[in-house]
């Protein structure tokens, strides 16, 4: 029984991805094989990330797993997906000094567990499936030693949820659609590293929202069925907006980039009210969003040349993406204007992330906030108290790592269990 | 100089519509063509209508117009392209009575003076521009003899407002898109008239909108422009559309009639919103659109057959067609829980039009809306008080007429000005 006590355990960090050009629609909804390919900008997993510890041991009866702190079921399709096709490519381990030895055929008979958290507040809807189930098939393969290289991983993480596959990389990923039925060459690639195009700033408006939203696979489902404008999207329209997208973030060409990834946004939102019944995912009670188009729209059109490119998911939450350092510090001052906290809120609490950006804006607390002029370009600028619950500060960043530090392991070394 | 004193006047009644088929986006801005088919419903006059008082004599040494008794410009290009085109066809004149003649080449110098009202507030933006320019250009036809018939004369009320020319005919009516250049085959025709589905009826939810919208001059263009989607809506969607629709309503089918003009008015917007910057027509602070939408889906899917039809133009206020009497029975006690009056409202103001539809569903005074059961197929359904103006209720009515009853001319029949 003692060489049995054992328990072999891995913890990875992987980044969520924002989309530049959209996935919607799934032409396979078990293999989660989209209608179009995407892009996405992978954010920095020091502000966002989720953090996944995977163990095996011969002394676990089943597979268990604890997400933020409280056991979930892995009976769910998509889990069973991920963990059959992780299974299928494992490798034998061996580790002398922890008298570990697992044969290639052992991992059908041995059961796993996972705890996965996120370092950002999951209501926000920021994502959060994208980065878990990356992370989950991640931090599984390293435990199993899989030989397959991020791409193909990303192939699987697809069949958990399909944007994960896009945080298998950091920088500008793309997900491939893929022709073949059983889904083998949907899966993302690398454009360009996050060192690449590194004067971006990222900024989340992040908003509470107030109302149910449409659940995206819900929401898919029904634009596939009845939206007669989706199929000419994937087909004419966004086969050659990827290529246009490539080029611009090839060559850093922000005008480009910037009225693409709004067009997309605007385009993916269109779809929506297209479909049968409308999803609005872009009529919050309290006029966030429009406020926040509106407010880029006309700075961008006075400056004449493109400051900032925004994109919404389907949900709530604004995604601003800043030229540079310069265009990111007036975009916080703008939008500190347009959505003060409210008065009782710590300015601490309410800029997160990348805290440079406010300070070279010059605003570190309340006051200076109060202080804080109309957009020039925006007529009887109204401010909107507390429409905003906060703004995180980030920019592109790495894909997933492998972490060695067992003190940020999520399980027990001995147990197993949760710490 | 006796002679001279002669005014030759002439009132004409003509319908608004509201398109279930839209028309969104010209091939020429000029001619006003557009880049699809459109077919509308004509309203009842009884309750939305343009009376158009027109006259000539001598005695006048100028073109001047009255709208709602304010004295307005005529000098635009759309007005003028009407004078000119009616004036090219006015005929000889002969009222030995009055002691008139006027020959065929003397319409090029005499003058005209046209007061124009609306039944409704001009501020409720209900399509009053369409029955203007109807009216405008049949009175003149009137005044001027033209041979014309009702399709010839839409060529011409396209030329001032392009929806003008579906409010030339009553019942359903299409307004042809055409081919030529020069827009003579760009006109409407009745499909049915009013008597050929009488059993529907039309409540018009009017809400004062709090915000600056798009003219849609300007945001057709825009879309005609940038969107990547109206073109193939105009070229493959809106053409199988009109097929259906004008079968559908042939054959009074009801549940495809409400499910054409649903999809229909929400591609529109979708349109809008793929358009750069985006136009967000169905994005009202008080989220009253997206109740009303969820309102009917909802009613219509737990009937499992479509009880109500909704449909948007370029503004805030909702237009819904009822299937029948009993249905419209129901919406208005549905509308009414949802969107009850002020406390210090006239029910006698607030539903207005056909009060008998009132009646039917047993609300004769506030107290009777206060008891309103809540919609048994919305969860938690919300009493949103005052988000609406006002209810119209109507049905589909008449096109123009002449009114032979000089006192209700606007005009003075000896002074050419306004009573």
Not at 51 to 67: G, K, N
Not at 121 to 129: E, F, V
Not at 241 to 254: C, L, S
């Given at each position: 029984?003692?060489?049995?006590?054992?328990?072999?355990?891995?913890?990875?960090?992987?980044?969520?991805?924002?989309?530049?050009?959209?996935?919607?629609?799934?032409?396979?909804?078990?293999?989660?094989?989209?209608?179009?390919?995407?892009?996405?900008?992978?954010?920095?997993?020091?502000?966002?990330?989720?953090?996944?510890?995977?163990?095996?041991?011969?002394?676990?009866?089943?597979?268990?797993?604890?997400?933020?702190?409280?056991?979930?079921?892995?009976?769910?399709?998509?889990y069973q997906n991920c963990l059959r096709e992780i299974r299928a490519r494992a490798c034998e381990v061996e580790d002398k000094e922890k008298g570990i030895k697992i044969a290639k055929n052992d991992w059908e008979k041995l059961h796993v567990r996972v705890a996965s958290y996120n370092n950002f507040p999951t209501a926000a809807g920021l994502a959060s499936s994208a980065?878990?189930?990356?992370?989950?098939?991640?931090?599984?393969?390293?435990?199993?030693?899989?030989?397959?290289?991020?791409?193909?991983?990303?192939?699987?993480?697809?069949?958990?949820?399909?944007?994960?596959?896009?945080?298998?990389?950091?920088?500008?990923?793309?997900?491939?659609?893929?022709?073949?039925?059983?889904?083998?060459?949907?899966?993302?690639?690398?454009?360009?590293?996050?060192?690449?195009?590194?004067?971006?700033?990222?900024?989340?408006?992040?908003?509470?929202?107030?109302?149910?939203?449409?659940?995206?696979?819900?929401?898919?489902?029904?634009?596939?069925?009845?939206?007669?404008?989706?199929?000419?999207?994937?087909?004419?329209?966004?086969?050659?907006?990827?290529?246009?997208?490539?080029?611009?973030?090839?060559?850093?060409?922000?005008?480009?980039?910037?009225?693409?990834?709004?067009?997309?946004?605007?385009?993916?939102?269109?779809?929506?009210?297209?479909?049968?019944?409308?999803?609005?995912?872009?009529?919050?009670?309290?006029?966030?969003?429009?406020?926040?188009?509106?407010?880029?729209?006309?700075?961008?059109?006075?400056?004449?040349?493109?400051?900032?490119?925004?994109?919404?998911?389907?949900?709530?939450?604004?995604?601003?993406?800043?030229?540079?350092?310069?265009?990111?510090?007036?975009?916080?001052?703008?939008?500190?204007?347009?959505?003060?906290?409210?008065?009782?809120?710590?300015?601490?609490?309410?800029?997160?992330?990348d805290k440079s950006i406010l300070k070279d804006a010059g605003i570190e607390d309340i006051k200076d906030v109060e202080a804080l002029p109309p957009p020039p370009e925006i007529k009887d600028a109204q401010r909107s108290k507390g429409d905003v619950s906060y703004f995180i500060c980030t920019k592109p960043g790495r894909g997933p790592d492998l972490l060695s530090d067992?003190?940020?392991?999520?399980?027990?070394?001995?147990?197993?269990?949760?710490?």
């Amino acid at each position: 029984m003692a060489e049995k006590t054992w328990v072999r355990m891995v913890t990875a960090q992987t980044p969520t991805n924002i989309a530049v050009i959209k996935y919607w629609g799934k032409r396979d909804e078990t293999l989660i094989l989209p209608v179009n390919d995407s892009i996405s900008v992978t954010l920095d997993p020091a502000h966002l990330c989720t953090i996944t510890t995977v163990a095996v041991s011969p002394s676990f009866d089943q597979d268990r797993m604890w997400l933020n702190g409280k056991e979930i079921s892995l009976s769910g399709g998509r889990y069973q997906n991920c963990l059959r096709e992780i299974r299928a490519r494992a490798c034998e381990v061996e580790d002398k000094e922890k008298g570990i030895k697992i044969a290639k055929n052992d991992w059908e008979k041995l059961h796993v567990r996972v705890a996965s958290y996120n370092n950002f507040p999951t209501a926000a809807g920021l994502a959060s499936s994208a980065a878990g189930f990356a992370c989950l098939v991640f931090a599984l393969a390293k435990l199993m030693k899989a030989k397959e290289d991020n791409s193909e991983l990303s192939a699987i993480a697809r069949q958990g949820s399909g944007s994960a596959c896009r945080s298998l990389f950091g920088g500008f990923v793309k997900w491939i659609m893929g022709k073949a039925e059983d889904g083998s060459d949907s899966l993302a690639v690398q454009l360009v590293d996050e060192k690449h195009w590194d004067e971006l700033v990222i900024i989340i408006a992040v908003v509470s929202s107030r109302q149910k939203e449409t659940s995206s696979t819900t929401g898919m489902r029904d634009s596939v069925e009845t939206s007669l404008l989706l199929q000419h999207r994937a087909k004419e329209v966004v086969p050659k907006r990827i290529k246009q997208m490539e080029e611009a973030i090839k060559n850093r060409d922000f005008g480009s980039f910037a009225q693409l990834t709004c067009a997309d946004s605007n385009q993916f939102h269109a779809v929506c009210l297209d479909t049968c019944p409308p999803i609005f995912y872009m009529n919050d009670t309290s006029h966030r969003q429009v406020k926040i188009i509106s407010c880029v729209e006309k700075w961008n059109c006075s400056e004449g040349t493109p400051q900032v490119a925004y994109t919404f998911d389907a949900g709530p939450n604004a995604v601003l993406i800043a030229h540079n350092r310069k265009a990111a510090t007036q975009l916080i001052q703008k939008l500190l204007f347009c959505f003060p906290p409210s008065s009782d809120a710590d300015l601490n609490c309410y800029v997160i992330g990348d805290k440079s950006i406010l300070k070279d804006a010059g605003i570190e607390d309340i006051k200076d906030v109060e202080a804080l002029p109309p957009p020039p370009e925006i007529k009887d600028a109204q401010r909107s108290k507390g429409d905003v619950s906060y703004f995180i500060c980030t920019k592109p960043g790495r894909g997933p790592d492998l972490l060695s530090d067992e003190s940020l392991a999520l399980l027990h070394p001995e147990t197993g269990l949760p710490k």
